[in-house]
T-cell receptor, first 114, second 112 residues
């Protein structure tokens, strides 16, 4: 089955700086790669996703890049703000994330230092 | 729309007891899934369903049963609770043509 590795487990950055979280996956058939943000005690919320026919996607301060050859994808957050502090999870699926669920990484605790 | 709802929010069980975690969605989504979340482990897939009457096992199915008699409901049953099943449980649903999974608010289960 699919295996998703996520690094780092904890990331501390100064407010206003950029943050990068990286994930690798094992199944070359995976075709959907979402990123979720989870605040303490809350449910995961989708913040951005990318499909395997696209190399990069941006949404304001958030971007995701995908390298299918190397089987890795990354989340980039620019101009970080205090409200970006949370746990971020990457995930992968070979069915579009719907039919047979998602395989998640173990999460990155992002801390924004004032 | 209420989206994905889960009950109860909190539950404490004794070892050996059984219970059912409820999950419902009002978005007419075909696909539904159950995950458990443990500290430092991310979310792990327990069971999933691609439609009424169809279920399958995920990564960590042992000790759990599911059924899907309607499109809206996808209950998760713990047959004989064990302390290792102490976790936060999330239900999720996805529309057939959309890739986004919508998560419920979660159920925090403690087994003593």
């Amino acid at each position: 089955g699919e295996n998703v590795e996520q690094h780092p487990s904890t990331l501390s950055v100064q407010e206003g700086d950029s943050a990068v979280i990286k994930c690798t996956y094992s199944d070359s058939a995976s075709n959907y790669f979402p990123w979720y943000k989870q605040e303490l005690g809350k449910r995961p919320q989708l913040i951005i996703d990318i499909r395997s026919n696209v190399g990069e996607k941006k949404d304001q301060r958030i971007a995701v890049t995908l390298n299918k050859t190397a089987k890795h994808f990354s989340l980039h957050i620019t101009e970080t703000q205090p409200e970006d502090s949370a746990v971020y999870f990457c995930a992968a699926s070979d069915s579009g994330g719907g039919a047979d669920g998602l395989t998640f990484g173990k999460g990155t605790h992002l801390i924004i230092q004032p | 729309n209420a989206g994905v709802t889960q009950t109860p929010k909190f539950q404490v069980l004794k070892t050996g007891q059984s219970m059912t975690l409820q999950c419902a969605q009002d978005m007419n989504h075909e696909y539904m899934s159950w995950y458990r979340q443990d500290p430092g482990m991310g979310l792990r897939l327990i069971h999933y369903s691609v439609g009424a009457g169809i279920t399958d096992q995920g990564e960590v199915p042992n000790g759990y049963n599911v059924s899907r008699s309607t499109t809206e409901d996808f209950p998760l049953r713990l047959l004989s609770a064990a302390p290792s099943q102490t976790s936060v449980y999330f239900c999720a649903s996805t529309a057939g043509l959309s890739y986004e999974q919508y998560f419920g608010p979660g159920t925090r289960l403690t087994v003593t």
